[in-house]
């Protein structure tokens, strides 16, 4: 069964500074899609960036870009330039066309601090 | 477009009532799908449907069903509620694609309490 894992719960980043958020999955898929969703207080969830499994090139949305390490099984999301309105929580989730499934993370929550 | 929308925004019920949520989306998307959100523990899917008057079980079935009757419109359902469903439930959906899949867009939430 696939599993998607995001081990800190939570994170710091001062305003203006880089942060990465860790993800990791289990699949023996070779073909899906993964993304991260930010999920502000106001509770809607909003899609930050996506990454196709068959693609070899990073991601990349403005200030947010992933490490996609097909190999490891790694998805990290790295946000420069923090910003105040980053602070949220992230959900890094796992889609394989097969199974018509999404899998979610538990979440990191970001701080952002002025 | 309103996108992914939920009815109700918040609802309080005592043990053993029943209640439907509702979702809806304009977008012609052919998949939806109902999530729980409890603390520390992300999102886990109830149910899901990949077309009109299809469903099928999720993660966390037990305690509810759910009916696509119509595209733009799936049903979230408790017979008996159980303080254990208390939770933010989520509506999304997503286009289906040859060997591709669409984001999901989600609804903004239901918070359900279970007394």
């Known amino acids: 069964a696939q599993t998607v894992t995001q081990s800190q719960p939570e994170m710091s980043v001062q305003e203006a500074e880089t942060v990465t958020l860790s993800c990791t999955y289990d699949?023996?898929?070779?073909?899906?899609?993964l993304f991260w969703y930010k999920q502000p207080p106001s509770r809607q969830m909003i899609l930050v960036i996506r990454?196709?499994?068959?693609?070899?090139q990073n991601a990349t949305e403005n200030r947010f870009s992933v490490n996609f390490q097909k190999a490891a099984k790694s998805f990290s999301l790295k946000i420069s330039d923090s910003q105040l309105g980053d602070a949220a929580m992230y959900f890094c989730?796992?889609?394989?066309?097969?199974?018509?499934?999404?899998?979610f993370g538990t979440g990191t929550r970001l701080k952002v601090l002025a | 477009n309103a996108g992914v929308t939920q009815t109700p925004k918040f609802r309080v019920l005592k043990t053993g009532q029943s209640m439907t949520l509702l979702c809806a989306q304009d977008?012609?998307?052919?998949?939806m799908y109902w999530y729980r959100q409890d603390p520390g523990m992300g999102l886990r899917l109830i149910h899901y449907?990949?077309?009109?008057?299809?469903?099928a079980k999720g993660e966390v079935p037990d305690g509810y069903n759910v009916s696509r009757l119509k595209k733009q419109n799936f049903l979230l359902g408790l017979e008996s509620a159980a303080p254990s469903q208390t939770s933010v439930y989520f509506c999304?959906?997503?286009?289906?694609?040859?060997?591709?899949?669409?984001?999901?867009?989600f609804g903004p939430g239901t918070r359900l309490t279970v007394l």
């Open positions: 449907s990949v077309g009109e008057g299809t469903t």
């Open positions: 977008m012609n998307h052919e998949y």
């Open positions: 990454q196709e499994a068959y693609k070899q």
């Open positions: 999304a959906s997503s286009q289906r694609r040859a060997r591709s899949t669409d984001t999901q867009y």
């Open positions: 699949t023996s898929e070779s073909d899906y899609y």
């Open positions: 989730a796992y889609y394989n066309s097969g199974t018509y499934k999404y899998i």
